[in-house]
């Protein structure tokens, strides 16, 4: 059976880190590309970044660019989303994501997500 | 990149038919046949209902169907159950930033 557990979320102040991890079992880790999704409380989905299944390839929303850091470690089968200089309006709650069999980016499977609180 | 347009809400009987729509443009929805639909039930894990405009994945009911036309895609559930209701989301691949979101549209099952 196909499992993300995302874990590393809580509450921060404007400006500061925080690193979301998330952790894949079931399936071939290193076959799959990966993506971060979030939706803030009461509001729609909202693609993140994705990294190609090598570390390869890696894009990000422009709301997170220059700030977010996506990587991942094949070798143990997790994902890491690194968040600087965090915003009030990064608060999400945030889901990993494996990316499916479609032509694009659909995504197949998902964790239960993490929630991050950015307030002063 | 905006998110694709769906409507906050649609609300139906059991075992009638409903139809959500996303809309979008010819850069995204339009240009492309990745389009994605998920069931969201709030605090739980979202879940694909269809991918590249029509095929469901596995384990998913023939209930849910997709299409699209233009830059509308569209999701029908036959047969509505009290289990729809939740909250579904339509994706489109763009070629920037990768991926669009819909701003949801939550089910009613009356």
């Known amino acids: 059976e196909v499992q993300l557990v995302e874990s590393g979320g809580g509450i921060v102040q404007p400006g500061e880190s925080l690193r979301l991890s998330c952790a894949a079992s079931g399936f071939t880790f290193s076959r799959y590309w990966m993506h971060w999704v979030r939706q803030v409380p009461g509001k729609g989905l909202v693609w993140v970044s994705l990294?190609?299944?090598?570390?390869?390839?890696?894009t990000y929303a422009d709301s997170v660019k220059g700030r977010f850091t996506i990587s991942r470690d094949n070798a143990k089968n997790t994902l890491y989303l690194q968040m600087n200089s965090l915003r009030v309006e990064d608060t999400a709650v945030y889901y990993c994501?494996?990316?499916?069999?479609?032509?694009?980016?659909?995504?197949?499977?998902w964790g239960q997500g993490t929630l991050v609180t950015v307030s002063s | 990149q905006s998110a694709l347009t769906q409507p906050a809400s649609v609300s139906g009987s059991p075992g009638q038919s409903i139809t959500i729509s996303c809309t979008g443009t010819?850069?995204?929805?339009?240009?492309?046949?990745?389009v994605s639909w998920y069931q969201h039930h709030p605090g739980r894990a979202p879940k694909l209902m269809i991918y590249d405009v029509s095929n469901r994945p596995s384990g998913v009911s023939n209930r849910f169907s997709g299409s699209k036309s233009g830059n509308t895609a569209s999701l029908t559930i036959s047969g509505l159950q009290a289990e729809d209701e939740a909250d579904y989301y339509c994706?489109?691949?763009?070629?920037?930033?990768?991926?669009?979101f819909g701003g949801g549209t939550k089910l009613t099952v009356l």
């Open positions: 010819s850069s995204d929805l339009g240009g492309f046949n990745s």
């Open positions: 994706s489109s691949h763009t070629s920037i930033p990768e991926v669009v």
């Open positions: 990294i190609k299944s090598d570390g390869t390839t890696i």
């Open positions: 994501a494996r990316d499916g069999v479609g032509s694009g980016h659909d995504f197949d499977s």
